[in-house]
């Protein structure tokens, strides 16, 4: 049994401090895909809060057919529809605004240390992102499962319910755009 | 023969990047790209793609855990609270979720029995948000279901012939009857209690509730569902020919 089966085992039976390990496991996966979908980081915020809540309700069920790491991207997939959906239906922000003062594109780290470097590299975090949203839902949704959950061809496609031929062309036309677009802004 | 070598690499860099070609085409591309300074550069591009990509990502916010915490031992808390009310409700008999009627008169709730009462609105209280910790727990008392029971759910002597288990599943349900098996193996089936307003009817797996479609559950004396956006729990009133499902909590998923 590896450490993570061990640890999913402990937080079945109720166990708290496995269950909070199991989030620092998955956390940054988990709120950086919600942050590329809500672009808001308060949202981000609230999604990642929903998929870990749902996956304590959930860990009882869990049975290991699949991976934790492709339960956890699952989970994350669907609060992100459902937040998108609630939003959608609020009308209260849209994929491409947000003016809610947490913006993603805010550059908030200290840039003290080197600020020519750090702005740099912001301005090219900026791009990507901007990049990111610009692609159709499909791919970038693909790319993201890819991108922060880490997750092979064969368990997004799982996930998505598409063939892994899709999974291919989908994180291969999604990287060619993003090249493209971060080249217009000589970011390559 | 090289200009069709590039399209092949071109069309595999990607998944080449993310270590998903087979052996052999790997090795194929990998020994393309020390020849071809052109798809060599598609290729550096395609990575450094990759690294601003990966570059963007940020640590998740340090409150993040401890709010999901706070959460799950608030959930906890209900559960233990649930499992007490179930305890105490373990030989009331739970027979059909026939009609679901929104009704304003109070005086419905009292007609359960008095230990029960007491006990389901302790359990309203707990799904409040002060006791929960969770804005996304509220209670809401004015939906009940009323229940008819068919005559088979009485034994001869025209008492209720204990359900002494709970219900195991709800095999098939209409807006004109239902049918229930329980732990015990048996079936019963309930017809609809009359002049009904908002039934919740069963199709296999999902409910139907307020032309709403749900996945339900029942876990001891209490029928959950759920939408997947709310989940909507109900607690088990037994009073005589009557079973009411009296609304002690919901949920925003």
């Given at each position: ?34 942050l590329y979908i809500a672009k808001n ?148 | ?57 940020e640590d998740a916010p340090l409150e ?190």
């Amino acid at each position: 049994m590896t450490g993570e089966e061990m640890l999913v085992k402990r937080a079945k039976s109720g166990d708290e401090q496995a269950f909070e390990e199991i989030i620092k496991l998955y956390e940054k996966a988990v709120y950086n895909s919600a942050l590329y979908i809500a672009k808001n980081r308060d949202d981000a915020l609230d999604i990642s809060q929903d998929v870990f809540l749902k996956l304590w309700r959930t860990l009882p069920s869990f049975r290991g057919d699949a991976s934790l790491k492709t339960w956890i991207a699952t989970l994350t997939r669907t609060c992100a529809i459902d937040y998108i959906r609630s939003r959608n239906q609020k009308q209260t922000s849209s994929l491409t605004d947000d003016d809610s003062g947490n913006e993603v594109d805010v550059a908030d780290e200290d840039i003290s240390s080197n600020p020519e470097k750090a702005f740099e590299r912001e301005e090219k975090i900026s791009a990507v992102r901007k990049a990111v949203a610009s692609l159709p839902e499909p791919i970038r949704e693909t790319l993201i499962l890819r991108e922060f959950h880490n997750l092979s061809y064969t368990e997004i496609a799982s996930i998505q319910k598409i063939s892994e031929g899709t999974v291919k062309s989908r994180i291969s036309r999604g990287r060619e755009q993003l090249k493209e677009i971060l080249k217009s802004g000589n970011f390559l | 023969m090289e200009n069709r070598d590039c399209e092949k690499v071109l069309e595999l860099l990607s998944a080449y990047i993310d270590g998903e070609l087979s052996e052999s085409d790997a090795e194929f591309v990998r020994a393309h790209l020390e020849i071809c300074p052109d798809c060599k550069k598609v290729y550096d591009e395609l990575k450094e793609t990759e690294n601003i990509f990966a570059a963007s990502s940020e640590d998740a916010p340090l409150e993040l855990s401890a709010a999901v915490m706070t959460r799950v031992r608030a959930e906890k808390a209900i559960s233990a609270k649930r499992r007490k009310f179930t305890r105490i409700f373990g030989g009331i008999a739970v027979a059909a979720v026939i009609s679901l009627t929104v009704l304003a008169s109070p005086a419905i709730l009292l007609i359960a029995s008095g230990g029960a009462k007491a006990e389901c609105d302790d359990m309203a209280v707990n799904f409040a948000p002060s006791a929960s910790g969770s804005d996304n727990f509220y209670s809401d008392q004015r939906a009940e279901t009323e229940i008819a029971l068919d005559d088979r759910l009485y034994d001869e002597n025209g008492k209720y012939d204990g359900f002494k288990d709970v219900i195991e599943s709800i095999e098939e349900s209409n807006t004109e009857q239902s049918s229930f098996i329980l732990t015990d193996g048996k079936k019963y089936t309930a017809n609809l209690a009359d002049g009904t307003s908002t039934p919740i009817s069963f199709e296999g797996d999902i409910a139907i509730f307020d032309g709403e479609k749900y996945e339900y559950k029942i876990s001891g004396d209490v029928l959950y569902i759920s939408n997947g956006e709310r989940t909507i729990s109900f607690g088990i009133i037994e009073d005589g020919k009557k079973i009411y499902f009296k609304e002690i909590g919901k949920t925003n998923d």
